[in-house]
């Protein structure tokens, strides 16, 4: 099983925001993250990029989405 680490994007650089991340729902300008136990988080923002290969998800904050 291959999870993934989700990240902020922001100025550059990456901010841990969840990790063993198992799935991703977007909508209305928030993008929603569910780990492998099921605890979710919900961010503000965009979703920049999925790499599958390397298992990293970037996500831009609401603030810096234009």
Known sequence: M???DAFELIGGERRP???????I???DGTVT??????ARKVVPGTLKSVDL??????IEPAEMAQ
């Not at 290969?53 to 970037?58: A, C, E, K, Q, S």
């Open 53 to 58: 290969t390397d298992n990293v998800i970037l």
């Open 17 to 23: 925001l969840m990790h063993y991340v198992s799935g």
């Open 2 to 4: 291959c999870l993934s």
């Open 25 to 27: 729902s977007v909508e």
């Open 33 to 38: 993250l569910t780990d492998m136990l099921g």
